[in-house]
């Protein structure tokens, strides 16, 4: 599975786009013409959450909401381009209007006037670095190519959203990834990350491959980053080892999802995909 931190590039047999952050702390408003949805339910149980699940259901039955849902989605997917991990403006409009009156605010459809902590200077300020990214932003295209690359976009509320995303402050907006989450995402007890130097020695590179491949066998989950060196030895070694079902090992990457970086590591990037059978 493979997941990226810039648009599209990363790998567990999916890749998520960890660059690009977000809060939810409401729902967020539907175009006009749609008729405004109930708000979500509150936190799961820590049993749904440790499942990685969410309680709603991925695709809503009532067209409706399903609309709603769909605008949720394009908008998250357009911010994702749109604002840096650490935009505060950016964020407390979410927080405040939901992502999708939040783009329409960023890209100028919506007018701008004070949404409480922002000042006038804030969003003057935040529109004006948001302006040259506009010719990037196509979510629309963004969700077509990552369908094309087999994989999608992952928004809170959909079936495999990783709950316990939700305590960040800085939760990401959206995850993109590439490969089978079939199975969902490893629950954090069922899962480690392990990382290290690029120029690693020949003992840290044994270590870590026992470490992996022990956890491994014990259908624990490798979280790492597709790099060289320690990175890649915790990918193979868990690999090699793992016995159980769902991701055997996650890929956070360094860029975007279109391309396996490094491109040393592109065949491991293949086989992380893939799955431990490859």
Same mark, same amino acid.
């Given at each position: 599975?493979?997941?990226?931190? =810039?648009?599209?590039?990363? =790998?567990?047999?999916?890749? &998520?786009?960890?660059?690009?952050?977000?809060?939810?702390?409401?729902?967020?408003?539907p175009p006009s013409g749609t008729a405004p949805q109930a708000s979500p339910a509150a936190k799961t149980t820590a049993?749904?959450?440790?499942? #990685?699940?969410?309680?709603?259901?991925?695709?809503?039955?009532?067209?409706?909401?399903?609309?709603?849902?769909?605008?949720?989605?394009?908008?998250?997917?357009?911010?994702t381009r749109l604002f840096d991990a650490q935009d505060v403006t950016g964020r407390t409009l979410v927080g405040t209007?939901?992502?999708?009156?939040?783009?329409?605010?960023?890209?100028?459809?919506?007018?701008?006037?004070? &949404?409480?902590?922002?000042?006038?200077?804030?969003?003057?300020?935040?529109?004006?670095?948001?302006?040259?990214?506009?010719?990037?932003?196509?979510?629309?295209?963004?969700?077509?190519?990552?369908?094309?690359?087999?994989?999608? &976009?992952?928004?809170?509320?959909?079936?495999?959203?990783?709950?316990?995303?939700?305590?960040?402050?800085?939760?990401?907006?959206?995850?993109?990834?590439?490969?089978?989450?079939?199975?969902?995402?490893?629950?954090?007890?069922? =899962?480690?990350?392990?990382?290290? @130097?690029?120029? @690693?020695?020949?003992?840290?590179? $044994?270590?870590?491959?026992?470490? $992996?491949?022990?956890?491994?066998?014990? #259908?624990?989950?490798?979280? @790492?980053?597709?790099?060289?060196?320690?990175?890649?030895?915790?990918?193979?070694?868990?690999?090699?080892? &793992? =016995?159980?079902?769902?991701?055997?090992?996650?890929?956070?990457?360094?860029?975007?999802?279109?391309?396996?970086?490094?491109?040393?590591?592109?065949?491991?990037?293949?086989?992380?995909?893939?799955?431990?059978?490859?």
């Amino acid at each position: 599975m493979n997941f990226p931190a =810039s648009l599209l590039r990363r =790998s567990c047999v999916a890749y &998520f786009l960890w660059e690009f952050p977000v809060p939810y702390p409401g729902v967020d408003r539907p175009p006009s013409g749609t008729a405004p949805q109930a708000s979500p339910a509150a936190k799961t149980t820590a049993g749904e959450r440790g499942a #990685g699940h969410s309680p709603r259901a991925p695709h809503p039955p009532n067209p409706q909401q399903r609309t709603h849902t769909m605008n949720d989605r394009i908008a998250r997917a357009a911010l994702t381009r749109l604002f840096d991990a650490q935009d505060v403006t950016g964020r407390t409009l979410v927080g405040t209007l939901g992502a999708y009156a939040a783009l329409r605010v960023a890209t100028g459809d919506q007018p701008g006037h004070t &949404f409480g902590h922002i000042t006038d200077v804030d969003l003057t300020e935040a529109l004006n670095r948001w302006a040259p990214r506009m010719a990037d932003v196509d979510p629309e295209r963004d969700l077509a190519e990552i369908e094309r690359l087999g994989g999608g &976009f992952l928004i809170p509320g959909d079936e495999h959203w990783p709950t316990g995303l939700d305590d960040l402050l800085d939760a990401p907006y959206g995850l993109w990834y590439r490969g089978d989450i079939t199975h969902g995402i490893p629950a954090p007890e069922r =899962s480690v990350a392990l990382t290290g @130097s690029r120029d @690693s020695t020949s003992y840290g590179a $044994a270590v870590t491959g026992d470490i $992996a491949h022990k956890l491994a066998q014990r #259908g624990i989950c490798v979280m @790492s980053g597709l790099g060289y060196g320690i990175d890649a030895h915790a990918h193979r070694a868990d690999l090699a080892g &793992f =016995s159980g079902d769902g991701a055997a090992t996650i890929a956070v990457a360094a860029g975007g999802l279109d391309r396996d970086y490094p491109s040393g590591n592109a065949d491991l990037a293949a086989a992380i995909r893939a799955g431990p059978t490859a």
